[in-house]
């Protein structure tokens, strides 16, 4: 049997003692993003430490709005924070066309990252769904609440459909610009779908994820699609199916039985708790161990259920990797 690829998201960043030292140097994480330099060593940062199999550029969801003029700056301690949209005027002025152009940093560092990357290693692009960068374009911060965009979806469910549909073709061409600049496979993060239920849920997470899954299909076939809707609970399997991933990105929440039924329907990666990668230890490994078990049977690629947590020891992730790394031979063996 194949051995199971593992990455892990957000395994760049603040846990890593080299990611605060360059932080610090460069300035803000925005001016980290945009300088090529930088953001290509970065990305580099755990696959020099770490045995894994995939490298994620180093970006961010947010970069979509920043570059449609919605002024992205990151408060200390606070996340994000965005200029609110305020109706239809403000929709009216995005343009999707810019997103490309205006990122070229993010190009430049993926054409750099592919250079230096050994061949075996995979490199990820990736984009914010529409409806996640939705919420934060609207509520103008993170938090988890988002109480306009909630009010909207109520008041003026046709304005977020609009404004919706400017994002699918943004964040489109965003993906299809990171493939021609080395990208070999890219990640939709639908990271506040669980606020989505029912109805709601297939308007706005799957109705965009399938014209974005379509668009970047049609444009640069082969490369692996994957979809994240985190929080999609019982509405994992409809995702697949009616949005046309490749790979689903399965949250902690899920549980082993019900992951391995998804698998059915095709490859699956996740789900470890970010918590017990922290944690570590013996819960770790174990942890890490019922998921592969759980998955021996269909394709898998290892990975948390959500993010790298800040305070995680790096040694942890080295212990998880090895973990993931030892299954395999046991298996083969
Ligand atoms: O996975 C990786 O290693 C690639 C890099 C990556 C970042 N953000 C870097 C980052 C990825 C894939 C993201 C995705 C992202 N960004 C999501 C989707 C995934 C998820 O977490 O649900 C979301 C919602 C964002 C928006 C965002 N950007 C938030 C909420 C924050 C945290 C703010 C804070 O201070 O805690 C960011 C900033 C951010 N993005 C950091 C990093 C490494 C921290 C920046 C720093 O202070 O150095």
């Known amino acids: 049997m194949?051995?199971?690829?593992?990455?892990?998201?957000?395994?760049?960043?603040?846990?890593?003692?080299?990611?605060?030292?360059?932080?610090?140097?460069?300035?803000?994480?925005?001016?980290?993003?945009?300088n090529p330099e930088?953001?290509?060593?970065?990305?580099l940062q755990p696959i020099r430490r770490f045995a894994i199999d995939a490298a994620i550029v180093f970006s961010d969801i947010l970069i979509i709005p920043d570059a449609m003029g919605r002024n992205l700056r990151f408060a200390e301690g606070e996340g994000p924070i965005l200029d609110p949209l305020e109706?239809?005027?403000?929709?009216?002025?995005?343009?999707?066309?810019?997103?490309?152009?205006?990122?070229?940093?993010?190009?430049?560092t993926l054409a750099r990252v592919r250079a230096e990357l050994d061949p075996?290693?995979?490199?990820?692009?990736?984009?914010?769904?529409?409806?996640?960068?939705?919420?934060?374009?609207?509520?103008?911060?993170?938090?988890?609440?988002?109480?306009?965009?909630?009010?909207?979806?109520?008041?003026?469910p046709d304005l977020l459909d609009r404004l919706l549909e400017v994002l699918s073709r943004a964040v489109a061409s965003l993906l299809i610009g990171e493939i021609?600049?080395?990208?070999?496979?890219?990640?939709?993060?639908?990271?506040?779908?669980?606020?989505?239920?029912?109805?709601?849920?297939?308007?706005?997470?799957?109705?965009?994820?399938?014209?974005?899954?379509?668009?970047?299909h049609a444009a640069r076939p082969g490369i692996p699609f994957i979809g994240f809707p985190r929080g999609a609970a019982d509405r994992y399997a409809n995702y697949r199916d009616e949005t046309g991933i490749d790979v689903l990105q399965i949250d902690q929440g899920i549980s082993?039985?019900?992951?391995?039924?998804?698998?059915?329907?095709?490859?699956?990666?996740?789900?470890?708790?970010?918590?017990?990668?922290?944690?570590?230890?013996?819960?770790m490994r174990a942890g890490a161990r019922a998921i592969l078990d759980a998955m021996a049977g269909g394709p898998h690629v290892f990975n948390l259920g959500h993010g790298v947590i800040k305070k995680t020891p790096p040694e942890h992730v080295a212990d998880l990797v090895a973990t993931v790394r030892s299954h395999q031979r046991g298996n083969a063996s």
């Open 180 to 216: 021609d600049a080395g990208a070999q496979a890219v990640q939709l993060f639908d990271s506040w779908a669980g606020l989505l239920d029912g109805s709601s849920f297939d308007r706005w997470s799957i109705g965009p994820a399938r014209a974005i899954v379509a668009e970047v």
């Open 120 to 156: 075996e290693i995979a490199l990820i692009g990736f984009a914010g769904a529409p409806f996640t960068l939705a919420a934060y374009m609207i509520d103008g911060r993170g938090g988890g609440d988002f109480p306009r965009t909630r009010e909207l979806m109520q008041q003026d």
């Open 38 to 43: 930088i953001a290509t060593e970065i990305t």
């Open 87 to 108: 109706g239809l005027s403000d929709v009216r002025k995005l343009d999707p066309e810019c997103v490309v152009p205006g990122n070229q940093p993010l190009m430049e």
């Open 256 to 283: 082993h039985s019900t992951m391995a039924g998804l698998q059915r329907g095709g490859p699956v990666q996740g789900n470890l708790d970010p918590q017990l990668l922290l944690a570590g230890g013996e819960a």
């Open 2 to 34: 194949d051995p199971v690829p593992i990455w892990l998201m957000r395994q760049a960043g603040r846990y890593l003692p080299e990611y605060r030292a360059l932080r610090q140097e460069a300035g803000d994480f925005m001016a980290c993003c945009g």
